[in-house]
């Protein structure tokens, strides 16, 4: 059955699609988690937490910080950003190859030279992702759809992942951002386990650690260091965003790409069986 509908439902039910083949190729990877900080292995929700957050990584990650470098599901390629030359000035409207500079960027982000020079916020990112039609084209890696560096990624991976349930943040270490989540699982007696998951969307890594309950409000506003981070979060849970996020419509035609991504990757994973 092809699924069609507004994003979150679409992302939701995608999820419980794929799920039996999915939890083929993490299943090793639940049990030793579930090992580690002893929590409940046959808790649903426990493993829901855990799959659904890996699976939404595997949709979405990239894999490296090489301009056109793409990797997981959905092979969104990654760009820098802000250096001079900007290799985003080289990409193109895929519909009659007008080159981004040559376009005015949208009237809520006004402020920037060009399309090709905007900070790329999740209700865009998002909504590209979700069109019929691959709107970009760039001369060394052919058309794609929606395309962003860590910031951008992390913004909208964030934003999305609210949506579904989870509480989490961006984080700056360095000159390099991730997405943080605050994850409560449940022990064999039913006590809390507090676990963060460190979710790196460009280079394809998830790392866990265990939280302190009595430190959360202080967790989720602290950010690390960086110039533009407060403003990375502030997009991720912006309500204007939210909003324009919830509107975004996944067409037939949509669905159908990614679904056959989702099994091509399904398929071609050495874990599957």
């Known amino acids: 059955m092809c699924l069609i509908g507004v994003i979150i439902q679409f992302f939701d039910e995608l999820y419980i699609k794929y799920i039996i083949d999915y939890q083929k190729i ?43 470098s793409s990797g997981g599901v959905l092979k969104i390629p990654y ?20 080159n981004l500079t040559k376009i005015q960027p949208p009237t809520k982000i006004s402020r920037y030279n060009s399309f090709a020079d905007i900070d790329r916020i999740p ?22 759809y929606t395309f962003g560096w860590c910031s951008e990624r992390e913004m909208s991976f964030c934003l999305l992942l609210s949506l579904l349930g989870y509480e989490g943040k961006i984080y700056q270490q360095g000159i390099h951002v991730s997405s943080k989540f605050w994850i409560e699982f449940n022990d064999k007696d039913n ?34 260091n960086g110039e533009q981070i407060e403003w990375y979060n502030r997009k991720a849970r912006s309500e204007v965003e939210i909003k324009l996020v919830k509107k975004i419509i996944i067409s037939e035609i949509a669905t159908l790409r990614i679904e056959n991504l989702i099994e091509d990757f399904l398929k071609n994973t050495d874990y599957y069986e």
């Open 26 to 68: 993490r299943n090793d990877q639940y049990l030793n988690f579930c090992e580690k900080y002893q929590i409940d292995k046959n808790n649903e929700l426990n493993q829901d937490k855990f799959l659904k957050l890996y699976f939404l990584h595997d949709l979405f990650t990239g894999s490296g910080v090489t301009d056109c």
């Open 191 to 224: 006590k809390l386990v507090i676990i963060i998951a460190d979710v790196d969307n460009t280079f394809d890594t998830i790392y866990w650690e265990k939280g302190n309950s009595n430190e959360k409000s202080i967790w989720l506003d602290d950010f690390g």
């Open 79 to 98: 760009f820098w950003h802000w250096l001079n030359p900007n290799p985003r000035h080289l990409i193109l409207r895929n519909s009659d190859r007008v």
């Open 123 to 144: 209700s865009l990112f998002l909504s590209d992702l979700c069109k019929d039609d691959a709107d970009y084209f760039h001369p060394d890696c052919g058309e794609f």
